[in-house]
Each structure stands twice: as structure tokens, then as C-alpha cells.
């Protein structure tokens, strides 16, 4: 079997205003994503997500990653991770970013075509399930007045969520007023993350860990600059809440930095942006090894929460799993059996490979080609 063709699908989906949140990206009013698909000469294609820049993914798929895999065989994986990162690609975009973003989609990709093509779920490619289903938290609770926050929380507690996460990183003092008032709401029993999306500094950091240990605050995620790993490391030995980073490093290589330095104690990979499903595996190696738990990041589109899906359920280090809860028709809409959450659980697809099929008058909708909007958003930037 041989590659023929490596495409990039670019979807956008507007946010109505009702479902727009303030986070520290400003307020947006669309959810954009790319879609990578990897065509075969036997007719097999292959699905996968990039969670990034559109603009940039289609350029480094088109110009680096499709001449270097078209007339490969799709099943050698490692081999085109050889040729396409470890070889060849990264002295064209780097070891990280967007590159490595355009290459978890085309390993996604890969494993769909593995798994049709051995007619099994990716799921049993991974050794199987070692869980039925995935329990999820959920992401929806943005900055506003402290008690509507808490009303919020108290709905997905309703519907057996296992955990909320509240989104920090602004001010300081309405973090804490918010983090206290969704604790008051839930009792002392239901899990409570935080989310500052880098936006402390280590002074307040400490502070931040300081009150929220108070209201027993399961982690502290991306509390700093992703690429200050000392100051990470030194928050998490003075500081008293766990720290969870990884939704903004890619490779292996950058989640190793961290177990190393003893700066994190819950890794968050993305399967979209961090390599794909071959590199959350080496990541998942790394996580036993150091007895850290692995909760994925999930963020984009139905392709990229198949993959975590099949993951969180073969893979044994993985704790619960993220579920964007926000408005995102890109999730909701775009596949033709949507995935669901049950009771605070998720089920993977049986079907061969991801198992999952686009539902094509979604996809008509979504599918853009315009200019990128950036995810930060100039006006948005400030200092902490
Ligand atoms: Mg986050």
C-alpha cells in the first residue's frame, strides 16, 4: 500500500454570542481547526486533527510533510516518523511547534488507516482496553460573578461530571473569590481544577497555590510561561496544590524536560499538537516510569476526541480525561455518530481505526478558507 495524497481540510465554525467566553485569548467568536486526510492507492483513507494555526499546518503539510510521504507505505509509521521528523522534516520547521502540530494529524491519520486495514479500533491496536469507558471532567467555567460560576458547577456535578474546571490566571483575588464559591457550592467531595493558561507569575502563583490548597483544588494547571520549568519545579516544592502542565508541548522530548526536573505532577498532552498517537505513547512510557498520571487536553474537533478517547481507554497511566464543554460545533457536529458523554463517561468508537465518520453536510458547513484569526488576539495581551 502506498501514500498518495496528504490533504488539509480547514474548518471554522462561528460562536454565537451566547456561547462566547472571556478567556486570557480575549473573547472569541469562532472555533477554527484543521483536518488532516491521508489517501492510499488502495482506496483506505485515514483521519486526523492539527490543533494550530490553519494557515501554517496547510503550508508545512503542503511543502514539507505530502513530498516526503507520498509513495510510503501508511502501515510503516515509525519509519515515517524517521523520514518525516527525526531525518528529514525538523530541520525545516524545528523540533517543536507548528511542524510537529501538522505532524499529529498525519499520525492520527495513520493509525485510522492501520486500524481499517487490520479491521480492528485503535484501541486494540494499543493492547486494548484497560478501562470500558473514560471518565471526563469538564471545561466550561470562565471568569464572571462568583455565584454564577458556582451555579454553573453545580449543573455538571448534576450530570455526574467527574470534576469541573474553573479557569484562572486573571486577577488573583476574583480567582480565589470564584474557586472558594464553586467549592461552597459542590462540598468538599467533588474535584475542582484550575486552569491559569500561564497566566501568573511566580509570586502570584505561590499565593494562587496557597488559597487554593485551602479549597482543596485537585490541580493548578499551566500556572507559568511553559518554558520556565524551574519556576514550575520550584511551585510545585513550595507551593501545595498539584501542578498539571502539557497541553503546549510538543514531543516527548519536551514532556521528559519536565519529569525530569521534577516540575510537574499530572501531564496533559494533546493528541492534535503533540505528536499524534505514536508520540503520546513514548509519552505514556515516560509517565509510568515516573508514576505520574496522563489526562489529555482535548480542545479542536470529534477526530481529535476520538484519538484521546482510544487512548484514555488503552492506555493504563491515563486518569480522567478532559471534555471541552464550551460551545463547539466542531465537537458537537461534525461527525456523523457525535460522541457522547453518559453519566461522566465516554465510550471510544468499535469501529475499525478511530471509527469515526465526517458528516458531510457538517463538513460542507465548516470548511473554510480564508485567513486565519490568531489565538491570541493583540488586544488581549497584557501583563500578568
Ligand atoms: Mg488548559
Redesign the pocket.
Known sequence: MKITDVKTIRLRAEIPPEGQVFSRSGVRNCRSTTLVQVDTDEGVTGLGSCSGNGDLVEVIVAKVLKPLLVGVDPIEIDEIWEKAYVRGGHKEFGTRGVGVVALSGIDIALWDILGKVRGVPVYELLGGKCRDKVPVYA?ALYPEEPSKVAKRARAFAERAFHGV?I?VGFDLAQDIRIVRAVRAELGNDFTIMT?A?QGYTIDVALKAAEAFSGCGVFWL??PLFVEDIAGHAALREKGKVPI?VG?NLHTYYAFENFVVRDAVDFL?PDVARAGGISEIRKIAVLAAKHSIALSF?T?GDGVALAASLHLSAALKQCGVM?LDYTYNPLRAELLQEPLEVKNGFMVPPDNPGLGVELNRDALERFVFSGVEELTIRPSALRSP
Do not use: M
Request: no cysteine.
Open positions: 471545561t474546571k479557569k486552569d493558561n494547571e499551566e498539571a497541553e496533559q487536553h480542545w478532559e
